[in-house]
């Protein structure tokens, strides 16, 4: 059976799933945004194994214990920032979805969420990376059959637009 695909708007720090992606910069050291969210959701603890991890390169992806979290895991994941388009961003933003699934999968994920990857402070356009991250999630799944449920979690009603639309 597919998984199913959906949209939600919400704090994905909240979300009891087995994991939550987490929109990272390349320190792994928490910031702003759904990454300063995360890290504030769950404790000291996750900053101490994001410090043993050595950081992430763009595309790549690292697991951690979810924490204080409701979610088990959280998958970290380094977007690239927009720099116009032909810096190879589109293939490193689904690389992003691809090796965030991946992850998942090795560790028995069924559900989780990623939020909108890039599109804070790294300005890549919403537009553009929604369309990259529905059709790379759709396109990664036909691989990994063991995910159940995959949820594009969104912070403005906006971004929620986009989404449906895409997943229509």
Same mark, same amino acid.
């Given at each position: 059976?597919?998984?199913?695909?959906?949209?939600?708007?919400?704090?994905?720090?909240?979300?009891?799933?087995?994991?939550?992606?987490?929109?990272?910069?390349?320190?792994?050291?928490?910031?702003?945004?759904?990454?300063?969210?995360?890290?504030?959701?769950?404790?000291?603890?996750?900053?101490?194994?994001?410090?043993?991890?050595?950081?992430?390169?763009?595309?790549?992806?690292?697991?951690t214990e979810g924490y204080n979290l409701r *979610?088990?895991?959280?998958?970290?994941?380094?977007? =690239?920032?927009?720099?116009? !388009?032909?810096? @190879?961003? $589109?293939?490193? &933003? %689904?690389?992003?979805?691809?090796?965030?699934?991946?992850?998942?999968? *090795?560790?028995?994920?069924?559900?989780?969420?990623? =939020?909108?990857?890039?599109? !804070?402070?790294? @300005?890549? $356009?919403?537009? &553009? %990376?929604?369309?990259?991250?529905?059709?790379?999630?759709?396109?990664?799944?036909?691989?990994?059959?063991?995910?159940?449920?995959?949820?594009?979690?969104?912070?403005?009603? @906006?971004?929620?637009?986009?989404?449906?639309?895409?997943?229509?």
């Amino acid at each position: 059976m597919p998984a199913k695909l959906s949209a939600i708007r919400a704090d994905i720090a909240t979300l009891s799933l087995d994991a939550i992606v987490n929109a990272a910069n390349s320190a792994l050291a928490g910031g702003g945004g759904v990454d300063g969210a995360i890290h504030r959701a769950a404790g000291p603890e996750l900053a101490q194994a994001c410090r043993q991890l050595g950081g992430c390169p763009t595309g790549e992806a690292r697991l951690t214990e979810g924490y204080n979290l409701r *979610a088990r895991y959280i998958i970290h994941t380094v977007g =690239p920032v927009w720099k116009g !388009g032909n810096c @190879g961003e $589109p293939q490193l &933003l %689904a690389a992003c979805y691809r090796n965030a699934l991946s992850l998942a999968a *090795a560790h028995d994920v069924r559900r989780l969420a990623f =939020p909108s990857i890039g599109t !804070g402070v790294y @300005g890549y $356009p919403l537009d &553009l %990376a929604a369309k990259t991250a529905v059709n790379t999630v759709r396109e990664t799944l036909r691989d990994f059959d063991g995910i159940e449920e995959v949820i594009f979690c969104c912070f403005s009603a @906006g971004d929620l637009q986009v989404y449906q639309r895409l997943l229509g």
